[in-house]
Each structure stands twice: as structure tokens, then as C-alpha cells.
């Protein structure tokens, strides 16, 4: 009896210890909370080195907040500490998918600064080599973005025609990539007859292979779901945030340096400027598309109209000699020593020199104190003022629409974190 | 046109103005701290001089012994299609100066650049922070007497 009774008691002791037990399960529901997410440094998709920590509702983008410097290689203090001639191959690093057009820009500053102007032919050639750095860095922007959102056989196809333009600077500059060819007053070395066959040759062949590329993306119903109302910025917006380039030509407002603030000989060249009004990723690509026909135009154009002459200002304390002449004769020996070592000597003075590269405005802010090597450099750079836009940009969209924005922003984090 | 621009402003901060200079066709004026918020909203609402946009916000350290900084802001007018450069001199003790952001959303990084590269602080910015340099370097690279091969374990550089 009574162990019956205390297996009772004990039995009804563990049930009441089981119903007071706290059984309530909390789950962590997961689409109640927004989660950051960090699309690091090193991403295929993300044009380089560019950081962006993004927060999300699910799928939707929240906000963005883009982290540079991962490339920042301190441009400005090296350029205080070298001379104007040594910085020109520090020029090819910054947009280093069209190195020339960056070259072109530091010495335009340079020759506004200490008052030279390169010779006609020199001009006509810079302006050769700026429309080929736009032509190559286009091409890379339409076939990396169109790869980003999918469609993997046009980053091949961009990339052989660039594979030629590649082929030209080989000629022309002595090196593929990192070319360094354009000099205080003038050029490296000449123009040569073999690189306007070569050029010819691919003028040719251009447009018949970019027409295959558009083939492939004008109606392609996947290409244009992904970017047509992605990545949208308004026309005040554009202005406001100091976007420059196809970014802002593809808001509607046609500011193109080469028109407005003419530099080289771009006045006597007949083109184009291109723009659209809806702003989003699939207007860029057409701005880029069609400005790339419009610099073939000025290429052909340029290479009937290229005069013959020196293509080097006669300038003897700042402008180097040519070697037969620095091997020969005393004076050009004495011009050339003092120059590689001591640098030019510009008047006291700032100057700030824009070009319209193919990212956008692309200037050089030089403070001159009169010795051989300047005491500030400043680089604006277009893919700065353009990435800052992103966070207006992403807000709202999806995570698949940031790869298409950035592609059709197409920041170069060598320009942007200098 | 620059002599219209120099006449509104004078017209506008007749005391404010510390020089001008035209050199290579570049019209620089140099002015006090204090108006510059004024002068740029002045500048991008006029109608006849429409500065509206931005280009550059920089600084130069001049290294001597007043007015140290001259911070630099490039302006450009999308109707005259022409440049224009603010200059305002600011102190190395004291060296704050007002915000650009509410007049052009562009100084926005511009300022933040700014300060990571000289230490400038601006006043009323939203969110300053570095924009190169990792958030915990406590120097100035682009200052004059930060050496060119930077300070030995100023940066957090992975061990072998």
C-alpha cells in the first residue's frame, strides 16, 4: 500500500514537474531581421578591389555602403618626391585599362602648367591614341558587364578586338599595357606607317564584329530583364554628385569635355555626343556602344587629316632632346641631364587640366613652386565621384542588380583609390 | 566672364575676398572661412553663373608657419561650360571648415578624402570618416612631414 502510493505520488511529482517546465520554443525568424552582407575586396564581380557592405531585407538591398582604398597606393605623395617626367609611367597605373588616355591627360597639365604646346602632328597623334584608349576601355566595360549579368561569350568576342588594339600600342609605344608614351611637349617616338596599316586593318574589321556583339544582346530578352530599370539615376542626382562620363551622359545631360572645354585638336573632328534619358544600367550600355562607333568616326577622320612634322616642341630646357642628338652634341647632352635630374622648372603656379576619358572627366590640379617637381598633385578621379553614387543607386534593388549596376558603372579602383 | 564673377561676388562678400588670380586662363579667388557656404550656394543658384557642379575638393598643405592648409574646391558650370577655383585658407591649429554637402551632395567623399589625407575636419559633414586609409591609422599621409616611406607598424601589415 504505501509503495503504491509513493510510486503514485512520485509519478504524479514528475508530471507536475513536466507541466511546469518551460516549454515554449523561440525561433529566430529570419525574414523579420535585415542582415549585412559583406561582398568583399576580392570578388569577380566587383571590377577590383571594391568593398561594399551591404544590408538586406531578404533579397531587397537596404542600403550599401562602398569601403575603397584597398588599392590606394599613394600617388599624390609620390608625385611630390618625383620629377615631372619620372610620374608619366605612374599615369599608366591609374585607369589601367586605358593607360594612354591617362598619359595624355598628366602631360596636358604639365604643358598648361609650363606653358608649351606640343606640335600639330603630336596633337593629331594624342588624339589618335586617346580614341584607341576609349575604343579599348569600352570594350572591356561592354564584355565584363555583360558577363557580370550572364552572357559569358561576349566578354570573348570584346576582348579579341581589343587584342588588336593591344597589338597597336605594341608597335606604336614599345609595350602592351603599362605604355608611357607621350612626353612633356610631345611623344616617345613617332608615328609609324606600319601602325596606320595596322589601325586600317582594324577599322575595317570593327564594325562588322561589334555589329555580331549587339546581335547577341539587342533583343536578348535575359540582358535587357536584368538591366533595363536597374541601377536608376536621376538627371539632379547626376549633377548634384559630380558624376561625370557616360554615367552622366546616359541621365540625359550632354556634357562631354571634348565638345565643351575642347583640348588637342578635337574641334576640327566631327562627332557625336551621345546621350539617353532613362538612366539605368541598359542606357550606359548603349551610351558606351554608340560612343564607341562615334571614336572609330574620329579615328578615321584622324588618320586622314595627320600631318606630317616634328612631333616634339622645340623647348630646350624642357623638353628632352632626341637621343641622336643628346649622343652627339654637348648642349643636348647638358639639357638632357639637367632635365631626368632636376625636372622642368614651370613658373609658380596651379593649373587643373580635365580630359574626357572614357570613365569620365579625368583632371590634374598641379601646384607648381617653381622647382623640378610639383609640390601638390591632385588626381580627380572619375570613378570616385561615379562610385559614390552607388548607395543611391542599389538602394531597392536586388542583390543580382548590384553586379549589373557596377558593370554598368564600371569603376576602375586603380583611378579611384589612386 | 570672369570679371562678371568677380564683380557678383564682390557685390556679395565685398570684405571676404582675400586675392584673385588669372593664370593660364583660370580665374582663382581666395576667401575667408567663413563665407564660403555662402559664396557656393551664391555661385550655384544664380542663374547667370549656374556653378552646379562640384568637381574637386582637395587641400594643399603649404607648410608654413600661417594659414598652413589652402583648401581647393573646383567648381564648373554646366551652362558657360567654364571652371572655376575656390581657395579658403585655413589654420593648422584650427583647422575646421565649414561643409560643403548641403549645397553639393559631390564634397560629400571629396571632404572625407580631404581628412583622411590632411586632418582637416568639416564641420556639419555626415559622416566623416577615412576613405583610403583603415579607419584605426592615426596619421595624415599627404601632410608634409609625414615621410614618403611612411612610419614603421603604422599600419596593421600581416606577420610571415
Known amino acids: 500500500m504505501s509503495a503504491r502510493n509513493s510510486e503514485d505520488s512520485r509519478r504524479s511529482q514528475i508530471l507536475a514537474a513536466l507541466e511546469?517546465?518551460?516549454?515554449?520554443?523561440?525561433?529566430?525568424?529570419?525574414?523579420?531581421?535585415?542582415?549585412?552582407?559583406?561582398?568583399?575586396?576580392?570578388?569577380?564581380?566587383?571590377?577590383?578591389?571594391?568593398?561594399?557592405?551591404?544590408?538586406?531585407?531578404?533579397?531587397?538591398?537596404?542600403?550599401?555602403?562602398?569601403?575603397?582604398?584597398?588599392?590606394?597606393?599613394?600617388?599624390?605623395?609620390?608625385?611630390?618626391?618625383?620629377?615631372?617626367?619620372?610620374?608619366?609611367?605612374?599615369?599608366?597605373?591609374?585607369?589601367?585599362?586605358?593607360?594612354?588616355?591617362?598619359n595624355v591627360a598628366y602631360v596636358l597639365a604639365v604643358e598648361k602648367l609650363a606653358g608649351i604646346e606640343a606640335p600639330r602632328r603630336a596633337q593629331y597623334i594624342r588624339v589618335l591614341v586617346c580614341e584607341m584608349a576609349r575604343v579599348a576601355s569600352h570594350l572591356v566595360a561592354i564584355g565584363s558587364m555583360a558577363m557580370d549579368v550572364g552572357a559569358l561569350t561576349v566578354l570573348l568576342w570584346t576582348f579579341r578586338e581589343r587584342e588588336k588594339l593591344l597589338d597597336i600600342y605594341d608597335v606604336l609605344c614599345g609595350a602592351r599595357f603599362?605604355?608611357?608614351?607621350?612626353?612633356?611637349?610631345?611623344?616617345?617616338?613617332?608615328?609609324?606607317?606600319?601602325?596606320?596599316?595596322?589601325?586600317?586593318?582594324?577599322?575595317?574589321?570593327?564594325?562588322?564584329?561589334?555589329?555580331?556583339?549587339?546581335?547577341?544582346?539587342?533583343?536578348?530578352?535575359?540582358?535587357?530583364d536584368r538591366c533595363e530599370n536597374v541601377g536608376h539615376l536621376s538627371r539632379e542626382d547626376a549633377i548634384a554628385w559630380g558624376v561625370t562620363g557616360p554615367l552622366l551622359r546616359a541621365a540625359g545631360v550632354p556634357r562631354d569635355l571634348r565638345r565643351d572645354v575642347?583640348?588637342?585638336?578635337?574641334?576640327?573632328?566631327?562627332?557625336?555626343?551621345?546621350?539617353?534619358?532613362e538612366s539605368d544600367a541598359l542606357a550606359r550600355f548603349y551610351v558606351r556602344l554608340a560612343e564607341m562607333y562615334e571614336s572609330t568616326g574620329i579615328l578615321r577622320q584622324a588618320l586622314d587629316a595627320l600631318p606630317e612634322g616634328p612631333y616634339n616642341a622645340f623647348e630646350t630646357k624642357k623638353v628632352l632632346p632626341s637621343k641622336e642628338r643628346t649622343y652627339t652634341r654637348m648642349e643636348e647632352l647638358?639639357?638632357?641631364?639637367?632635365?631626368?635630374?632636376?625636372?622642368?622648372?614651370?613658373?609658380?603656379?596651379?593649373?587643373?587640366?580635365?580630359?574626357?576619358?572614357?570613365?569620365?572627366?579625368?583632371?590634374?590640379?598641379?601646384?607648381?613652386?617653381?622647382?623640378?617637381?610639383?609640390?601638390r598633385m591632385k588626381i580627380r578621379s572619375p570613378s570616385t565621384c561615379n562610385l559614390s553614387t552607388l548607395p543611391i543607386m542599389l538602394k531597392g534593388g536586388m542583390i543580382s542588380d548590384i553586379v549589373a549596376v557596377i558593370g554598368s558603372m564600371d569603376p576602375v579602383m586603380g583611378e579611384a583609390d589612386k | 566672364m570672369n570679371n562678371r564673377i568677380l564683380e557678383k561676388l564682390h557685390a556679395l562678400v565685398p570684405e571676404s575676398i582675400v586675392a584673385s588670380k588669372e593664370f593660364r586662363g583660370e580665374l582663382t579667388i581666395t576667401l575667408t572661412v567663413d563665407v564660403i557656404v555662402r559664396v557656393c550656394q551664391f555661385l550655384k543658384t544664380d542663374p547667370e553663373l549656374a556653378f552646379d557642379m562640384l568637381i574637386d575638393c582637395?587641400?594643399?598643405?603649404?607648410?608654413?608657419?600661417?594659414?598652413?592648409?589652402?583648401?581647393?574646391?573646383?567648381?564648373?558650370?554646366?551652362?558657360?561650360?567654364?571652371?572655376?577655383?575656390?581657395?579658403v585658407l585655413v589654420e593648422e591649429d584650427q583647422a575646421v571648415v565649414p561643409t560643403l554637402t548641403g549645397v553639393w551632395p559631390a564634397a560629400n567623399w571629396h571632404e572625407r578624402e580631404t581628412?583622411?589625407?590632411?586632418?582637416?575636419?568639416?564641420?556639419?559633414?555626415p559622416d566623416l570618416r577615412r576613405l583610403y586609409m583603415p579607419e584605426e591609422f592615426e596619421y595624415h599621409p599627404l601632410r608634409k612631414d609625414f615621410p614618403l616611406m611612411g612610419i614603421p607598424d603604422s599600419l596593421p601589415l600581416p606577420r610571415r
Not at chain 1, 579625368?362 to 610639383?374: A, C, I
Not at chain 2, 598643405?61 to 575656390?86: G, I, Q, W
Request: charged letters at 20%; proline letters at 6%; one cysteine or more.
Open chain 1, 178 to 224: 603599362t605604355t608611357s608614351y607621350t612626353r612633356i611637349g610631345g611623344l616617345q617616338q613617332d608615328w609609324t606607317p606600319q601602325c596606320t596599316a595596322m589601325l586600317r586593318q582594324f577599322l575595317s574589321e570593327f564594325d562588322a564584329d561589334v555589329k555580331e556583339v549587339e546581335k547577341l544582346l539587342q533583343n536578348n530578352r535575359i540582358f535587357i
Open chain 2, 58 to 87: 582637395t587641400a594643399v598643405d603649404m607648410y608654413r608657419p600661417e594659414a598652413r592648409f589652402e583648401v581647393v574646391y573646383h567648381l564648373y558650370s554646366l551652362k558657360n561650360t567654364r571652371y572655376l577655383r575656390l581657395k
Open chain 1, 334 to 375: 647638358i639639357h638632357d641631364f639637367m632635365l631626368i635630374n632636376l625636372g622642368i622648372d614651370p613658373p609658380i603656379g596651379e593649373v587643373y587640366q580635365a580630359i574626357e576619358s572614357s570613365k569620365g572627366e579625368l583632371g590634374f590640379y598641379l601646384v607648381s613652386d617653381g622647382t623640378g617637381h610639383p609640390w
Open chain 1, 20 to 102: 511546469d517546465q518551460d516549454t515554449t520554443v523561440v525561433i529566430d525568424d529570419p525574414l523579420e531581421n535585415s542582415m549585412i552582407l559583406n561582398m568583399g575586396p576580392q570578388h569577380p564581380a566587383t571590377h577590383g578591389v571594391l568593398r561594399l557592405l551591404i544590408k538586406l531585407d531578404g533579397e531587397t538591398v537596404m542600403a550599401a555602403v562602398p569601403e575603397l582604398g584597398y588599392l590606394h597606393r599613394g600617388y599624390e605623395k609620390i608625385a611630390e618626391s618625383s620629377t615631372y617626367h619620372e610620374f608619366i609611367p605612374h599615369t599608366d597605373r591609374l585607369d589601367y585599362l586605358s593607360p594612354l588616355s591617362n
Open chain 2, 115 to 125: 581628412f583622411d589625407m590632411f586632418g582637416i575636419r568639416f564641420a556639419g559633414h
Open chain 1, 262 to 277: 575642347p583640348y588637342l585638336v578635337y574641334p576640327e573632328f566631327d562627332f557625336k555626343v551621345i546621350t539617353f534619358t
